[in-house]
T-cell receptor, first 115, second 112 residues
């Protein structure tokens, strides 16, 4: 079955540091890939997504590129802020072909940004 | 739009009691998903509906769990009887036939 593996946290960085959170996946078809963010006490919010190979999703300074050859979707940001502290989830969905599916999530990476 | 609405936000109950969680999807969305989040297992899909019909309930852990969607604007997830291991955050999400799912704020359940 489908699965998503992401680096476990917590990841602690200083403000303005460069961020990378690794994510790799296994899937039977051609999934769409997502990064969701969860702030304390809240639900998940879509951060960015990519629907096909070599697509780059971006939002709020975060980027991730769909790499089919390495089955990866690593999240990056050039300069993190304290407000980026949250839990980040990588996920995939095998949607299309007339069908639908729930999201398969990684375990989540807790990011802590220190001033 | 108000987004996905879940109630209650917090629920504390005793083992053996019935628990009912509620969800109102975004208007016009025809897919509704129930997820459970725990420290040990992360986020797991329990069940999802399309046009009020359950499509895949293979993630429902046991017969103590049941879910219904009587109309396009309301769904329930019921646990009867509840057990301490059911303690988790339960999320509802919806989408309108495209891939992005929109999540509610979750219900934090504690079973004593």
């Amino acid at each position: 079955g489908d699965s998503v593996t992401q680096m476990e946290g917590p990841v602690t960085l200083s403000e303005e540091a460069f961020l990378t959170i690794n994510c790799t996946y296994t899937a039977t078809g051609y999934p769409s890939l997502f990064w969701y963010v969860q702030y304390p006490g809240e639900g998940l919010q879509l951060l960015l997504k990519a629907t096909k190979a070599d697509d780059k999703g971006s939002n709020k300074g975060f980027e991730a590129t769909y790499r089919k050859e390495t089955t990866s979707f690593h999240l990056e940001k050039g300069s993190v802020q304290v407000s980026d502290s949250a839990v980040y989830f990588c996920a995939l969905s095998e949607w299309g072909g007339g069908g639908a599916d729930g999201l398969t999530f990684g375990k989540g990476t807790h990011l802590i940004i220190q001033p | 739009d108000a987004g996905v609405i879940q109630s209650p936000r917090h629920e504390v109950t005793e083992m053996g009691q019935e628990v009912t969680l509620r969800c109102k999807p975004i208007s016009g969305h025809d897919y509704l998903f129930w997820y459970r989040q725990t420290m040990m297992r992360g986020l797991e899909l329990l069940i999802y509906f399309n046009n009020n019909v359950p499509i895949d309930d293979s993630g429902m852990p046991e017969d103590r769990f049941s879910a219904k969607m009587p109309n396009a604007s309301f769904s329930t997830l019921k646990i009867q009887p509840s057990e301490p291991r059911d303690s988790a955050v339960y999320f509802c999400a919806s989408n309108g036939g495209e891939e992005t799912q929109y999540f509610g704020p979750g219900t934090r359940l504690l079973v004593l």
